[in-house]
């Protein structure tokens, strides 16, 4: 691959022009802002700095490390017992659904516009119902099947997660552009230290793990909103 191609591959993965639907999310945000338990630039502070602890650093970073490293290892069968580990560690159905629905519409388009003869085999085991895939898994597989670095690939996919989240915000509660970009900043300042962490586990380290109770009865309460602006 020629010099350069990567880093360009991976800022078309990322693009939110790349359709993959995560704007229909907020991952509980909508009931938390509903409910006041985030109202104010300290609370979404506060909430982007789980999502990148406990969902980003405990679940979605590790699984996308693994992901990586499997494809890369040709082992599909450990592609697909990653996935479904990931799936049954979100408690809340309406997460699993979202997370599979988003990782779905990434793997096909990615195979679309990049096949190869392993990304093709994964794209099979999709189609089979083997493999969700969740989205952490056809990120990694992406960014795996593109030549893309590890560390790269960890910290793209957390300012993705992270900007999507105060996109969310910004649609949801009243922040303005200067507090949301400054909040968000804060938090990205943390990502490389969060991402390290989990490239120097990914081997020997924990699998991924979840435990982030508010967040989780929030996405399970989204369904029960009056009127709602997002899927999750």
Not at 20 to 30: M, N, V
Not at 32 to 53: E, K
Not at 180 to 209: F, I, M, W
Request: proline share 5%; net charge neutral.
């Amino acid at each position: 691959m020629k010099a350069g191609a990567p880093l360009l591959t991976l800022l078309h993965l990322t693009d939110s022009l790349f359709p993959i639907g995560s704007f229909a999310h907020s991952d509980g945000l909508e009931v938390a802002t509903q409910s006041g338990t985030v109202s104010d630039g300290a609370g979404l502070s506060r909430w982007l700095d789980v999502c990148l602890d406990e969902t980003i650093g405990r679940l979605e970073g590790p699984a996308l490390a693994k992901a990586w490293t499997a494809f890369r290892d040709g082992s599909l069968d450990r592609l697909v017992v990653l996935d479904a580990e990931l799936t049954a560690l979100r408690p809340s159905s309406t997460a699993r659904r979202a997370s599979r629905a988003m990782g779905l519409r990434l793997l096909t388009g990615w195979q679309t516009l990049y096949p190869g003869p392993l990304l093709d085999e994964v794209f099979a085991l999709a189609q089979q119902g083997r493999l969700g895939p969740t989205l952490p898994v056809a990120f990694g597989v992406a960014c795996a099947s593109a030549d893309i670095e590890q560390e790269a690939m960890a910290l793209s996919f957390a300012y993705s997660r992270l900007a999507a989240t105060m996109s969310a915000a910004m649609r949801l509660m009243s922040v303005g552009q200067a507090e949301a970009h400054g909040l968000l900043a804060r938090t990205l300042a943390r990502v490389p230290a969060v991402v390290q962490a989990n490239l120097d586990g990914r081997l020997s380290g924990p699998g991924p793990e979840s435990f982030a109770p508010a967040m989780d009865l929030a996405v399970m309460r989204q369904q029960y909103l009056h009127s709602r602006m997002f899927l999750s």
